[in-house]
């Protein structure tokens, strides 16, 4: 289908949307990659008035560290953050999840600010963050305004921005951690069947502050709660893999949907569960 009629105006720095959004009201839509929203408006799933592009605007753009803080920019592009150094040395989780994103194409020209608005349950970088225990930076008209992660999203592809907001940046705590994203899909570069991005310290053998985040699996990103206490101060080994396994009965509810029964997704988040974990324990005791 043809896109709806609509205007077209292009934001060049925040004064310029914010006039725009209020002038337009609910009738505007930002884009950034464009690379769901065109889609959606080709299937007339939205139908703005006026779409308003943001991806001149510079104050959206950029990688840096502040402190023990690494700030990334919402206009930051899949691909730039896949081969940004500073992402890296300090976030590698989202490097290594950068290639499950899609195709080449799409991570050329979508952000890390329209996955997190558009909140695919299926999506890895919502997961991604709320295991770095990161922050989504939030600005309108009125000011700024820092939201937890794990708060952020809400339900299926809802989350907690308000009608006049937008994403400005994630901001993650750099601390020493041990992290991995494993997922399992149809064919490369599809949405996930189920996925688990982990992000956890390792003290003496020990885990400390498991974050245990599945995808696909429900609403949004799950932060596994039980499994994370099934972890939590125990020798990370067989027993306490088990035990997270077996927690994730209580953690997960997953929909039946186009892949299949809600059994089968527990069944993919316990074998995720098993490469994740197992990812991070020496190899000899992988062996035994
Ligand atoms: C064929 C295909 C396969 C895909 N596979 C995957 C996949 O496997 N994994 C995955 O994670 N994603 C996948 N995607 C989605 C892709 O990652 C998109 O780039 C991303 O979801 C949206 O980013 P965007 O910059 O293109 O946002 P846009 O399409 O421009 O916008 C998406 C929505 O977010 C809003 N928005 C955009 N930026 C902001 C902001 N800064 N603040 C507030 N609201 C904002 C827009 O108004 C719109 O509602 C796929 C897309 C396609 C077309």
New binding site residues.
């Given amino acids: 289908m043809k896109w709806p009629a609509m205007r077209y105006l292009r934001a060049s720095n925040l004064g310029e949307l914010w006039a725009a959004l209020s002038e337009h009201g609910p009738a505007a ?11 959606t408006l080709a299937f007339r799933l939205s139908e703005p008035g006026v779409l308003v592009d ?1 991806t001149r605007i510079a104050e ?1 753009r950029g990688i840096r560290v502040t402190g023990q803080t690494l700030r990334i920019g ?1 206009l930051t592009r ?1 691909a730039e953050l896949g081969r940004d150094a500073l992402v890296r040395e300090h976030a590698p989780l989202l490097t290594e999840a950068v290639p ?4 080449p194409a ?1 991570r050329n ?3 890390i ?3 997190l ?2 909140a ?1 349950p ?4 919502p997961a991604c963050i709320v295991a770095l225990g990161a922050t989504v930076v939030a600005a309108s008209a009125e000011g700024e305004r820092r939201i937890p992660a794990e708060a952020f999203f809400i339900d299926l592809l809802q989350t907690a ?1 308000q009608p006049g907001e ?2 400005t940046a994630v901001e993650i705590p750099i601390a020493p951690r041990v992290s991995a994203i494993q997922e399992v899909a149809r064919r490369s ?4 069947m189920a996925g688990l991005a982990a992000a956890l310290r390792l003290e003496a053998g020990c885990v400390v502050a498991p974050r245990l985040v599945y995808f696909g699996v429900g609403n949004g990103p799950v932060l596994a709660a039980r499994a994370n206490a099934a972890l939590e101060g125990r020798m990370l080994d067989a027993a306490s893999i088990s035990a997270a396994q077996a927690a994730l009965a209580e953690d997960l509810d997953p929909p039946q949907d186009l892949h299949g029964p809600p059994e089968m997704k527990r069944h993919l988040a316990r074998v995720l569960t098993s490469r994740v974990l197992g990812g991070f324990l020496p190899a000899k005791e992988l062996a035994a």
Avoid: K, N, P, V
């Fill in positions: 839509q930002i884009m950034a990659g464009g690379q769901t929203l065109l889609a943001i959206l919402a899949h499950l994103i899609a195709h799409i020209r979508g952000t600010g329209g996955s608005a558009y695919d299926a999506a890895e970088l921005l937008i994403i570069g599809d949405y996930a």
